[in-house]
């Protein structure tokens, strides 16, 4: 673990290229481990960012209930069957609904426990909307709409004051904490696999930086080095977009900075280029000439 944490440091000096080249960073099982952690502490900041967004949403989920919901209101679904009470129903609802031909940001939403059954074909000109009749509701999202039939739920009764309760007392932990745990595995798997891929790209542009400079580098060895370097510019990405900077083909250009840097301080320190660096042993000029001369006597 030792090795992991000494990765996290390394990968910001100027000397890692040369160092890896030399075979010192080159170790497999080092090269795995550290992206895995490196994948897994990106992902981890994004959801405690998520996580606290959904923490500061409950105030705003209290405020819309305190400013829209009246005190005394009461849902109840009772054998597939919804009634509401001091609520205003029938309700209709439209948001962004200008009547033209470019209605994508449109919205409606319906309440209308008498009916239960709409013309769907309604929603043509709307991007979504939530339909709430006597048995069921519909969700639209896009081209699709979603069916939930109230059968399909236990009887229940919800007031306002049990509302506001459940907010306080639950939506934190459990509700928040799940769906950050849910999303802190989703973006692991996501970005983990997701970056391999991306690698790919990353390792070429590094294996045609070091030929522009002269340097043999197996394709093998490039992708080896970005795994462990791609830290450095995710992270740096990261931290801007935490603080809402966006900076386009940022990523880009700081993998070509780092590329660059690396390189001349290889050159710098006149290593040798003229061979080329796989991920064979490297075996020192000495040895090879003692063996040498011990095959010729």
């Not at 197996?218 to 992708?223: D, L, P």
């Not at 603080?243 to 710098?268: D, E, P, Q, R």
Request: charged fraction near 20%.
């Amino acid at each position: 673990m030792g090795k992991i944490t000494q990765r996290f440091l390394e990968v910001w000096k100027t000397d890692f290229l040369a160092k890896f080249f030399a075979g010192e960073y080159r170790d497999a099982k080092t090269t795995i481990l550290f992206w895995i952690f490196s994948q897994l502490l990106i992902s981890l900041i994004i959801t405690i960012q998520i996580f606290f967004y959904l923490w500061s949403v409950r105030a705003d989920i209290l405020q819309f209930i305190y400013d829209k919901v009246p005190e005394n209101a009461i849902v109840s679904i009772t054998d597939g069957q919804l009634s509401l009470m001091n609520i205003d129903d029938p309700f209709y609802r439209e948001i962004n609904a200008e009547k033209s031909e470019n209605s994508e940001g449109s919205l409606v939403f319906i309440i209308d426990t008498k009916k239960s059954t709409y013309d769907m074909n309604a929603l043509d000109e709307y991007n979504g909307g939530l339909i709430v009749l006597q048995d069921r509701l519909y969700l639209k999202d896009g081209s699709k709409i979603n069916e939930l039939l109230f059968s399909e739920l236990p009887n229940l009764t919800l007031t306002t004051e049990q509302i506001t309760h459940y907010v306080k007392k639950y939506y934190v932990f459990p509700v928040a904490t799940v769906i950050s745990l849910l999303f802190l595995l989703f973006i692991t798997i996501l970005y983990t696999c997701g970056r391999l891929v991306m690698a790919l790209w990353w390792a070429l542009m590094l294996f045609v930086i070091a030929l522009i400079f002269d340097i043999k580098i197996s394709y093998n060895v490039a992708y080896k080095a970005v795994l462990n370097l791609y830290f450095v510019p995710a992270f740096v990405v990261l931290i801007l977009m935490l603080f809402n900077i966006h900076i386009s083909m940022l990523m880009t250009a700081l993998f070509i900075v780092i590329f660059i840097a690396n390189i001349l301080w290889y050159k710098k320190n006149n290593m040798k280029e003229e061979k080329v660096i796989t991920d064979s042993l490297i075996v020192k000029e000495d040895s090879v000439e003692s063996s040498v001369s011990n095959s010729t006597k």
